[in-house]
């Protein structure tokens, strides 16, 4: 069975066809980075009207790419939030609309469900049950995955998501949007010298808050003289404080549940300082660590085909309504 996969809840178009036993078929991703550069962050509007324009010809592409026929495809997956209303509504309306015309399924997908699935397209996917940290632009989330669709949420950010606290931070040291990547390319020309805080790892318990750092960093660069140099040293200092509280909960919460397995998804995963931390963390604790490859750590349409071809296969797709949800708890 192939299930097509539309991703489009922010700025980036995304579509792929995943096989229940082939694995992934195709994918491609058009990114919207150029369109809100000038703004310094995402247009809701803007973003809607570019996954218009791009959906039906990355589908035409994927399609091709794929050698399948739209009488091929047994199911259309989309993502039906969290994200941009406007945004989701183009996946969501493009995706129940194929799907009335083919007369196949259409399967709402939760995107940080995409996220959580995405290390499965790898060689070696963990085995259930795991522990998964997932950060991403909009959501901090540490929880137990004891199968697919068995998720126990153990710990989450109480203001900012890891992703916003990067992007936010880079904004207010001048670097461009997504200000994720910029921090993490800067904090490599970074050298130790500031210290900065660990939020909320003195006292126990699993939950997150990455408002403080970001102050903290404003402060610190309010205090310094703003050079290049202070910018890198701030950078690096922000990047060691996120990866070491980050690995300092991730070790909590192997030890608290008794598991061995951690899988880290979602943007903030692509970030090789975090993953070096993580990585160094699993050595000591001797838990096995599972990411996704770069590429499918932000958005992409592989995660939302292979989740969607999940939920299929359990039997789960709704009825004719276009559901979309801009806020949407896991
Ligand atoms: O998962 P994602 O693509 O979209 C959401 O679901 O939010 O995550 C985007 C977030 C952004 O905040 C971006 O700045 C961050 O992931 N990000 C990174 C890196 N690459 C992307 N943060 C730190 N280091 C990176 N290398
Ligand atoms: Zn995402």
Known sequence: MYVLGIETSCDETAVAVYHADKGLIAHTLHSQIQTHNEYGGVVPELASRDHVRKLIPLIRQVLRDSRLKPSD?????????????????????????????????????????GHLLAPMLEERPPDFPFVALLISGGHTLLITVEGIGRYRLLGESLDDAAGEAFDKTAKLLGLDYPGGPALATLAAQGKPRFKFPRPMTDRPGLD???????????????????????????????????????AIKCRRALQQTGLNRLLVAGGVSANLEIRRQLEQMCKQTRADLFFPR?????????????????????????????????????
């Open 73 to 113: 495809i047994g199911g259309i997956a989309y993502t039906a939030g969290p994200g941009l209303m406007g945004a989701l509504l183009v996946g969501a309306a493009t995706a129940r609309s194929l799907a009335w015309a083919w007369q196949v399924p259409a399967i709402a997908v939760h995107h940080m469900e």
């Open 208 to 246: 997150f808050s990455f408002s403080g750092l970001k102050t903290f960093t404003l402060n610190t660069y309010q205090n310094s003289e703003r050079s290049g140099r202070d910018k890198a040293d701030i950078a690096f200092a922000f990047q060691q404080a996120m990866a070491e509280t980050l």
């Open 294 to 330: 770069p590429q499918f750590c932000t958005d992409n349409g592989a995660m939302i085909a292979y989740a969607g071809c999940q939920r299929l296969l359990a039997q789960q797709s709704q009825d004719l309504n276009i559901f979309a949800r801009p806020r949407w708890p896991m």
